[in-house]
């Protein structure tokens, strides 16, 4: 018991491909949905059963299914389940859903059970970076000549840097989902994929230069949420209506809201 015990708390759980996210399930498509279940030192398992729940709410949409793939051969993905067009198409758009995945794999001569919670989101459309490396050498010309040992391109930079901004969204009541306007989020993913580039490479080099860079990105990634606006699709029609600009970050009122009338706050 002691080794079961011990073994599930060193169990790490991601999405695959791994997003850092909640899961982003698209209303009425075919899909499929995955997940990788590892140890701490990063060793994967390979499990030797598996069931797949999908709940919206208190209603279950799908009740411990067998899983549609298991195995090392999968590597990196543990498990993986089939989603069809059919267990979607009627259902509500909403932050709402949960998947729960049950997986069974043998560690030290034993067979352990786990129950991974993933929360989900039914969404018409994901929302999609639009920064690519060329956007970061605008910035700095000579920016691929600094790229770390092993590195190719910035891809792995860019890729956290959106993972952060969309959480970022997500603390500030936003649901990434329903923003139409992916070029306002452009500047904000090119300040924190140069701020987190930086900070890699002060790290490498010990050169000064490059934290203070590090330092200024993150300046102006924090300044740019108080100017980012874009249209919020919030009746998720999946279209542009009027009245749906939202900021960045949400409005705080301390006093009288403009257009609010004055004879509520005199008592008249």
Known sequence: MADSFKYIKESIFQGVPHTGLPSMIVKGADQTLAVKWSQQSEVALSPTAG????????KVLLDA????????????????????AGATTGEALGSDYLEIWTLTAVVHAAPITVEFRRSATLVLSGLWPMVSDVDLVARHSRLDDLLPPGEIN?????ELAWEILNRDLIKKGRRPELVLDSYALIDAHVYKSLELIFRDLSTLVGDGRYTEFAILYGEAYTAEWEVI???YDRNEDNAIDPGE???GSPSLWLGVPPGFPSSVVKGG
């Open 51 to 58: 069931t797949f729940t999908l709940k919206q709410g208190g």
């Open 154 to 158: 910035w891809a792995r930079y860019r």
């Open 245 to 247: 600009l939202e900021s």
């Open 229 to 231: 606006q874009f249209r």
């Open 65 to 84: 299914v067998p899983c549609t793939t298991l195995g090392a051969s999968l590597t990196p993905t543990s498990a993986t389940y089939d989603l069809l």
